[in-house]
């Protein structure tokens, strides 16, 4: 199907308004590195919020999701909060923020001098982290780039990988003109289209009669939200391949609560850590993510909408590929109306990719030629050589897409093996003293030996037994790493902990802090920390239920569950809210 010249006019109006939205930034971006990274560190904290919202939705990861929803159920609300770590905003929001702005630094990879200190080691861990988070961004832009050709390919006038070059081109021009200030600003006008597009989809589902049947071809166990050790007897028969190891749900949940545990406690590794950076203050940071809790809402909106729509225009059975219902819906849209939605999708694709191009392109300018190779330019020229490297990351994610046709296969390559590589010494940098630069080093380097070794080598391993050997192997060599090895400094180690102050294994630098009268005595802050991060847990995992329960029809479970969300709120209002840091706190 081709769209209607109608819908290809809004999507042209659309893209062009982006590239103007960074064009208007250009003088600002220009002035110095702080400028084009990080916006001189001056974002405002809703809108630091309303562009998170946008760019944790993109097509790739919506579409996976309502592939899931649509062979899963309710279920599926496990799956993605825990096997796929989606409580990490809960987290952002209860401590890991404030935690992140108080650093002052650039990147994630310059961030480890301040734990670690300014030594070989040291060096190492940086040089470690830069080249991971590039790999990272290579692989982030992969899957996104699978994601839009899958969404683009059914009904473009274009193949799979023109319409991708196209999309990736408008976002690279905005990105590396506009610098970080034009990513805030045009994912902000894109989250304001994304918020339309939720309100209309949801109003097109509950114009589905009531009485409809539409829904009868699905086992009850569907609609549960129960978890239980295995899903219902004909779910085999109904699902695709590479959606069947959800069959075992009990398994996957408990392998994945030992993959959940660090990546909420590693924090975020990728272009989220950088968002934190560019905010006013601390408190800042922490209402920033408190937005971006509550605003990723729309994301179960848009993806429940969509589903419940599929399985409405196309049937419940599994005769289609599931994570094509989106634009398997938009092209039953009027005219008009799919051109919107196809605007309002790209908005949630591009403010995704542009947050990963300019993430990459610090990387490469910040941990790599300005300390290695271009010691002595000056920072506009610094800024140019950021332009290229956005132009770099962009065409370098582009040419490996191509190796990769299902999204859930490299979204859950990209989660379960690269990204595992950090999480292990990111959460312990975090949270224990002892953990020093050389275990960092050696963690990430046999986490990835083993990840990829069991890839090659034990092909046959179910999902749950290679997610949960990898993180106990790991976990394992990380503790050996720790004991064999040196601490950093304690000058070092206090001045971190009495900057950040996290929660964790940290009694004898928390002790000379106090005796140096950095930090109060038994502060805390750290136990508060730790019982909002729950709460603040339970409140997100509600934002996700409701949505579902509503398009069910099953009022009384969506207020149950609305009333829980309430009352969470009222909470996180006395233990969040009324404890963040002082604004004068810079």
């Known amino acids: 199907m081709d769209l209607h010249p109608i819908d290809l006019t809004i999507i042209a ?53 309502i592939g899931v929803m649509f062979y899963v159920g309710l279920k599926s609300v496990w799956v993605i909060h825990i096997f796929w770590g989606f409580f990490m905003m809960a987290f952002y929001m209860a401590f890991q923020a404030k935690y992140i702005r108080r650093s002052g630094v650039m990147t994630l990879a310059e961030w480890n001098e301040t734990r670690f200190g300014k030594t070989r080691e040291a060096e190492y861990v940086r040089l470690a982290t830069a080249t991971f988070l590039l790999v990272l961004m290579v692989f982030n832009l992969m899957y996104l780039a699978v994601g839009t050709g899958k969404f683009a390919e059914e009904f473009l006038p274009l193949g799979r990988a023109q319409s991708t070059f196209i999309v990736f081109a408008v976002v690279g021009i905005y990105v590396t003109v506009g610098g970080f200030f034009g990513v805030i600003l045009t994912d902000m006008f894109q989250t304001t289209l994304i918020a ?147 605007a309002v999708l790209l908005a949630a694709l591009m403010s995704t990719i542009s947050a990963m191009i300019n993430v990459t392109s610090s990387v490469i300018i910040n941990d790599f030629l300005k300390r290695y190779f271009t010691k002595n330019l000056d920072e506009r020229r610094l800024v140019r050589l950021g332009m290229v490297a956005s132009v770099g990351a962009v065409l370098l994610g582009f040419s490996f897409s191509f190796l990769y046709s299902e999204i859930v296969s490299i979204w859950e390559l990209m989660i379960f093996v690269v990204l595992t590589m950090i999480l292990l010494p990111g959460t312990m940098r975090w949270h224990w ?37 990898t993180m106990v192997a790991s976990f394992v060599l990380t503790m050996i790493a720790t004991f064999l090895s040196k601490p950093a400094d304690m000058e070092t180690l206090v001045q971190f902990y009495s900057r950040v102050r996290p929660f964790g294994f940290w009694k004898p630098v928390r002790l000379e802090a106090e005796r140096r009268g950095l930090v109060p005595p038994n502060d805390k802050m750290p136990r508060i920390d730790i019982l909002n991060a729950l709460i603040a847990s339970l409140f997100q995992l509600c934002l996700g239920i409701v ?40």
């Not at 069947?244 to 749900?249: G, I, P, V």
């Not at 986490?447 to 080598?457: E, R």
């Open 13 to 65: 109006i659309y893209m062009l308004a982006t590239v103007a939205l960074g064009f208007l930034m250009k003088t600002r971006a220009l002035k110095r590195l702080d400028s084009y990274f990080l916006a001189d560190r001056s974002i405002r904290w809703w809108m630091l919020g309303l562009s998170g919202c946008s760019s944790y939705i993109d097509i790739g990861g919506t579409m996976v999701i």
């Open 196 to 342: 339309i597009g939720a309100v209309i989809l949801t109003v097109m589902v509950f114009q589905i009669p009531e009485g409809t049947a539409f829904l009868a071809l699905k086992d009850p166990e569907w609609s549960s939200l129960t978890p239980t050790w295995s899903l219902w007897q004909n779910f085999l028969q109904q699902t695709p391949e590479s959606h069947q190891h959800y069959f075992w749900l009990g398994p996957i949940l408990l392998a994945g609560l030992t993959w959940l545990v660090f990546k909420l406690l590693a924090g975020p590794v990728v272009w989220d850590f950088a968002f934190f950076l560019t905010t006013r203050s601390p408190r800042e940071a922490s209402l920033a993510a408190g937005m971006w809790t509550v605003g990723h809402m729309l994301r179960w909106f848009i993806a429940g909408s969509f589903m419940f729509l599929g399985i409405y225009y196309l049937g419940s059975t599994a005769d289609f590929d599931a994570e094509k219902i989106m634009p398997l819906v938009v092209k039953k849209l009027p005219v008009g109306l799919a051109g919107l939605f196809m």
């Open 433 to 469: 003293w002892r953990f020093g630069s050389k275990a960092f080093v050696w963690s990430m380097i046999g986490t990835g030996c083993i990840a990829v070794i069991q890839k090659l080598v034990f092909t046959s391993w179910p999902v749950p037994t290679a997610v949960g050997f």
């Open 547 to 586: 949505p579902w329960y509503m398009f069910l029809r099953n009022w009384s479970q969506a207020l149950l569950w609305l009333g829980i969300c309430l009352t969470t709120a009222v909470v996180l209002y006395f233990t969040w809210y009324k404890n963040l840091p002082s604004p004068e706190e810079t």
